[in-house]
């Protein structure tokens, strides 16, 4: 008797969403009566003298009905049921249970690029052929397992093995699925990707948008930051004396240029002068002018000083605690009398100017030692701004690299993008010089990076961050694989020992820094096979990253 004549009764059909899609000529009734006594997840089972098998599929449940009395160990497959397997679209093999691969169909063998029917799953692992092996976990276990697998192609794979039980309970075939990740991969990078262009434009419209509202390129996004700016927005308009104190580089001066362009005096100009910046027998002919001959070297005409200049506009004092004693007791008078006298004249020169101190010291302090005057102190004091450190305003931080990015590409005509895992190193980052610091951080990474897209090592190199600096960082298994990229541990043992520990190391870091096995392989300059073997030997198998 043919195999085509033993298996004339045999059929089949496909369920999906409780609908029947695919079938072979089998009778109605009998196909009703399978579907009614079938229950999810059974695998096996009996319907009036036939045997059903069934086999779950990325395309829907697979019914194979046999007459029970055509059912034996010596007919393991028939034509039907090759045509059917190689049909689907999944990988499907099947092994017994020694493990010795029986069938595999059509697509496995394509996908995983080596066909394996007649040989054991065992020796496929020693010989370097795929990273683990479904058939062997299940054997183990004798129940449903499910694992990411690496073939010698260097592709990932999901690869779910289901037992299959005799009448008796013992464990009698394997059935393992296998799906290729790789597109799935290619289309989660695409939509992260996308995720991260969605931020950066976001990020840069609430950036324009802060923009066209304070007419400034002041960026505030953190409600601390917003309640500075709705603080200076309130007393823009009137004039009186500000101090403006936080630490060096928080962006006082952007502070400044808020307050004018929101005031009255918007159309007149706006003059800085740096304490600290001019020395003392100087800064009192910047700031107040001399008469000609007033001294030796001083011009014939005379010189108006900044006050003068800026009559109807803003005077901006930077770090006005390192201002002098004497000059202290000549700018009181600047703001009680809102006049000014020239070096070598007696004619007081009345001026209408806006005075906005800023200083990066504790000037309470610096008046019970002395060193600064009490009254000037309370005179500058009218109106205080406290701008808080970018480490207390971390939401900043992710608008202000945008803004600077864009600022880097209009002057060098260099354009670069930032990975997420990179921009959370920026964020977490104390930033002791606050914005100035992060401007010139952002400005160095992009004319240093070979890349368009900054990585988190290009940031980690130029910021040469340790683990007191990083906080709060979203996932916190990012810091173990920053910190293996600088792996600087004394191994201990005997030659040989060390010298495993330190390839184990070594190969960890390949697998952390490559997104498949291949090119791991390639940078270590050996074979797949090889790596494989050793990925087995040090059992890294669950250090792979399969991230693209």
């Known amino acids: 008797m043919s195999i085509t004549e033993l298996h004339k009764d045999e059929h089949f059909f496909l369920v999906k969403n409780d609908e029947v899609i695919v079938k072979s000529d089998i009778q109605i009734e009998l196909l009703e009566k399978i579907i009614k006594k079938y229950s999810k997840g059974t695998e096996t089972y009996e319907v009036e003298g036939y045997f059903i098998h069934v086999l779950e599929t990325s ?19 028939n034509p039907l049921s090759n045509k059917v397997l190689n049909s689907i679209s999944d990988g499907i093999t099947i092994c017994d249970s020694d493990g010795k691969i029986l069938f595999q169909n059509d697509i496995d063998i394509e996908i995983v690029g080596i066909n394996l029917m007649g040989r054991y799953a ?10 683990d092996s479904i058939s062997m976990k299940v054997i183990e276990s004798k129940e449903k397992v499910t694992i990411l697998q690496t073939f010698i192609n260097g592709k990932c794979f999901l690869v779910t093995g289901k037992p299959i039980f005799d009448e008796k309970g013992e464990l009698q075939y394997v059935v393992a699925i296998t799906r290729d990740m790789t597109q799935l991969k290619l289309l989660e990078t695409e939509v992260k990707k996308l995720e991260v262009q969605n931020e950066n434009f976001k990020n840069k419209l609430q950036a324009l948008h802060n923009k066209e509202a304070t007419t400034s390129s002041l960026i505030a996004v953190s409600p601390a930051m917003m309640d500075v700016v709705n603080r200076v927005m309130r007393i823009a308009e009137v004039d009186s004396t500000v101090l403006i104190g936080g630490e060096s580089g928080v962006g006082k001066e952007e502070i400044t240029k808020l307050i004018h362009v929101n005031s009255r005096r918007s159309h007149k100009q706006i003059l800085t002068i740096n304490c600290s910046a001019i020395p003392e027998n100087l800064l009192e002919t910047e700031l107040f002018g001399y008469e000609g001959g007033a001294f030796t070297g001083a011009s014939r005409g005379g010189k108006a000083g900044l006050f003068e200049i800026a009559s109807g506009g803003t005077v901006f004092l930077d770090e006005i605690g390192e201002m002098p004693l004497l000059l202290q007791a000549k700018l009181l008078r600047v703001l009680q009398e809102s006049e000014v006298q020239r070096i070598g004249s007696g004619r007081p020169i009345s001026i209408d100017v806006r005075i906005i101190a800023a200083t990066n010291r504790n000037l309470a302090e610096m008046v019970r030692q002395g ?22 305003r971390r939401q900043d931080i992710i608008p202000l690299v945008h803004h600077f ?6 002057k060098y005509g260099i354009h670069r993008t930032i990975e997420s895992s990179a921009m959370k190193i920026l964020v977490s980052y104390d930033w002791p010089g606050n914005i100035r610091q992060l401007k010139n951080m952002v400005e160095r990474i992009c004319l240093l990076a070979t890349q368009p897209e900054i990585t988190v090592y290009t940031v980690q190199q130029e910021l040469d961050c340790n683990t007191t600096n990083i906080r709060d960082i ?16 004394m191994f201990s043992g005997t030659l040989k020992e060390q010298v ?3 390839e184990k190391q070594i190969i960890k870091q390949a697998l952390s820094k490559y997104p498949s096995i291949r090119q791991a392989a390639k940078s270590l300059g050996c074979d797949q096979s090889t790596l494989v073997r050793k990925i087995q030997k040090f059992q890294l198998t669950r250090h792979i990253s399969y991230k693209e």
């Open 59 to 77: 395309q829907g449940s697979l019914f194979n009905i046999r007459p029970l009395m055509q059912f034996s160990h010596f007919d393991f497959m």
């Open 122 to 131: 065992k020796d496929a692992i020693a010989e370097g052929l795929m990273s």
């Open 371 to 392: 060193s600064f005057r009490e009254d000037l102190y309370y005179r500058l004091n009218i109106i205080p701004i406290e701008i808080p450190p970018l480490r207390q």
């Open 405 to 410: 990015l864009a600022v880097i590409g209009e």
């Open 474 to 489: 979203e996932n916190a298994e990012q810091l173990p694989k920053l910190q293996e990229s600088t792996v600087t541990t």
């Open 500 to 502: 495993a520990a330190f």
